[in-house]
């Protein structure tokens, strides 16, 4: 934007002590942040001392008004609307909570294709890159606390979060817990008091809530001292909790919890697999379609937080190992579409014309039995036709989409959609032939050759006729020049295998690779293969990009610590002595730097500890590193000598570390200058091979 206004104020700030600066900056008639249009502006505050720079920030802020309604819901800048939200964990296939920047935004882009305007961050503060793109993107959040408990560590944890967010124009609201037992009662309404009044000390512009899945009727509970009453699983009660309270503002915070997992049409309760028509929720939930009408239907609740968005590693409800990801998603772990993305998008989005068809068409052996057919459609009216031949019509209802049953014939079926009588879109889904190449697709064809961006490029095979092949589960493996593969996965919430590597199975015809480009200008060229296909290949191009300032790596490091100091000893001491279990007095516990000085006639110590080390040490040995000792000493590793330090004055010593499981101990016997200090000046630590 190009409105620009300064000012500046001096303030003096004793040692140790904190002080605020108040002025006003003058933005006349600023375009509005919204979910359609993000406008951002950039603040700049830079800090000097003396008349010298000290310190800069730079932010990126936006202008909205909000408010909630008792009665018509949600308004952004004056306009109603209907929050469709989802609620999402941090992780993603490949890459786990490792998340690059480029693949947040990716994910909040899938998101807002599917109508969404809002996320829920659960149940824990959301990394900034997230909040970046929601910023930039469109969405709104519900910035969320990790823990209820208001002792001073944790309020002051919530304070950290406050401060950190609340310039964001995206966040919209404050939650301070999710399904607390204490809900109900007047203790936890006395600590939500107490947290809320927190919160508004740092941020009054902006209204709390809080995740209850119960106590709504209690005499005293939290209801009572938020500003938004959130619902989690509790669809039954809108109308009634409405009609007990009609001042409060009401959202479900948590809803739906249903079953899917992608490109799959029949349910196999032995293999861990759900159809995928919305038939199967989860005992404290309801399908896609139950949820979302009950929420569409009432003004008064102000819209929804689908659990989840993506599936996500973990809670693989009902099931349990092998089972490795829930299946919650409207997405499953790689952000690939399952029919309920299909459904939520036709539900969600006005404004284009939308039309898709479930399930693929390949059932060979099922000639003449029936086969479920799902149209999930924005439009008035859609004809479902096989082969030339019209099956039927339906009125469109949007919360529970057309469905057929059709007997099962090998060609083309087509849904033609229809809005005041006339024809607007169509969707064909076709019987494929078997696969006979691969094809990779790049979510785009440019990339910043800064060494850090990504992005996910999907992988899948087709048929003689270039069609994707839905039903395809073979393996596939993958090269790369000009960048590397940082993990990979196909979005099966059963499969075990590697992440990383250059091999993948495509899963229900699907796979993905998560690219990262190297530093540098040029192709970044994917190639893949599979025993029996044609191979796929493509060039993405590299724009020269300045990396951005980096910590240097470090290599991975074990702190020893637990050291215990003997008494002195006139005399050289048996290397391998050790206190006794009670005793806590005559052996001293210490710390690297904690020198003790000898009298003249007791020179010499025992320095002593235990540890265990990491799992890869002990598996492939390490590196002891001793950062300084002062004295001569010996070092003795599980009751033998390995190394000497022959003079007095300071050295550090590196020595190997054989592999070895369970506990090492590793003893200093150091003899002391004369009156002098002396035994281990800095830290000792095991380092990785």
């Excluded at 944890?157 to 609201?173: A, E, G, H, K």
């Excluded at 005559?586 to 000898?598: C, K, N, V």
């Excluded at 101990?665 to 000046?681: S, Y």
């Amino acid at each position: 934007m190009c409105i620009r206004d300064r000012g500046s104020t001096g303030v003096t700030v004793p040692p140790l002590a904190r002080r605020e600066a108040h002025f006003a900056l003058a933005v006349p008639d600023p375009k509005l942040w919204s979910a359609d249009a993000p406008n951002l502006y950039t603040l700049r505050a830079r800090l000097t001392r003396e008349g010298q720079p000290d310190d800069r920030r730079t932010l990126r802020i936006g202008f909205r008004t909000f408010h909630f309604d008792a009665d018509r819901g949600f308004f952004l800048n004056g306009e109603p609307l209907k929050i469709k939200g989802t609620c999402n964990h941090q992780d993603h296939a490949g890459v786990g909570v490792a998340v690059p920047d480029a693949l947040w935004e990716w994910r909040i882009g899938r998101l807002k294709a599917m109508g969404s305007n809002a996320i829920r961050c659960s149940h824990n503060a959301p990394p900034t890159e997230l909040l970046d793109a929601c910023d930039r993107l469109g969405m709104l959040v519900m910035d969320e606390n990790r823990n209820f408990n208001t002792s001073p560590d944790y309020i002051e944890q919530l304070r950290w979060l406050i401060r950190r967010d609340r310039n964001r124009p995206s966040v919209f609201i404050w939650s301070v817990f999710n399904e607390e037992p204490m809900q109900g009662s007047e203790a936890g309404y006395e600590m939500v008091r107490r947290m809320v009044a927190e919160v508004k000390a740092l941020d009054d512009s902006r209204p709390v809530t809080a995740a209850m899945n119960a106590g709504l009727y209690a005499p005293k509970n939290v209801s009572q001292a938020v500003d938004v009453v959130g619902f989690n699983y509790q669809p039954g009660e809108y109308d009634r909790f409405h009609a007990a309270n009609p001042h409060l503002p009401m959202i479900s915070s948590e809803d739906t919890s249903a079953f899917m997992t992608r490109g799959a049409y029949e349910s196999d309760p032995a293999a861990h697999i759900f159809a995928s028509y919305d038939d199967v929720q989860s005992s404290w939930g309801n399908t896609h379609r139950e949820a979302w009408k009950a929420i569409a239907t009432r003004p008064f609740v102000a819209g929804a937080f689908v659990w989840t968005g993506f599936d996500y590693r973990g809670e693989p409800s009902p099931y349990e190992w092998p089972s490795a990801s829930s299946f919650f998603g409207i997405m499953d772990l790689c952000g690939f579409p399952k029919t309920a993305f299909l459904l939520h998008r036709a539900q969600w989005v006005d404004d284009q014309p939308l039309i898709d068809i479930v399930p693929h068409w390949n059932w060979p052996g099922r000639e003449g039995q029936p086969v479920t057919v799902m149209v999930l459609t924005n439009m008035d009216r859609v004809r479902l036709v096989l082969n030339g031949k019209t099956i039927g019509e339906q009125d469109v209802d949007r919360f529970e989409m057309p469905r057929w049953q059709v007997p099962y014939a090998p060609g083309r079926i087509e849904a033609i959609g229809y809005r005041g009588g006339r024809e607007v879109t169509r969707a064909v889904v076709e019987t494929t032939g078997a696969p006979v190449a691969l094809r990779v697709t790049p979510d785009r064809m440019l990339m910043a050759g800064d060494g850090e961006d990504v992005q996910p490029i999907t992988i899948d095979a087709i048929d003689a006729k270039g069609r994707h092949v839905a039903t395809a589960n073979l393996a596939v493996s993958f090269t790369i020049s000009g960048g590397e593969i940082i993990g990979h996965g196909n979005g099966d919430p059963n499969s075990h295998e590697a992440e990383k590597g250059k091999s993948r199975r495509l899963f229900n015809g699907l796979a993905q690779l998560i690219v990262q480009t190297q530093a540098g200008a040029g192709p970044l060229v994917v190639t893949v293969n599979a025993p029996g296909l044609r191979p796929a290949r493509t060039s993405i191009g590299r724009l020269p990009a300045t990396p951005r300032a980096q910590v240097p790596p470090t290599a991975s490091v074990q702190v020893i610590e637990g050291w215990r100091q003997s008494p002195t000893f006139p005399e050289k001491p048996d290397p391998n002595m050790k206190p006794a279990e009670t005793d806590m007095n005559s052996w001293l516990w210490l710390g690297a730097g904690e020198l003790q000085a000898a009298p003249e006639d007791k020179r010499w110590i025992v320095l002593r500890t235990s540890f265990t080390p990491r799992r890869r040490v002990q598996a492939r040995g390490g590196t002891l590193k001793f950062g300084g000792i002062i004295g001569r000493a010996e070092i003795w590793l599980d009751g033998r000598q390995v190394a000497t330090k022959p003079g007095y004055d300071e050295a550090a010593l590196a020595i190997p570390l054989p592999p070895g499981n369970g506990e090492r101990i590793v003893t200093l016997l150091v003899e002391n200058e004369a009156a002098k200090p002396g035994g281990l000046v800095q830290p000792v630590a095991v380092a990785n091979h």
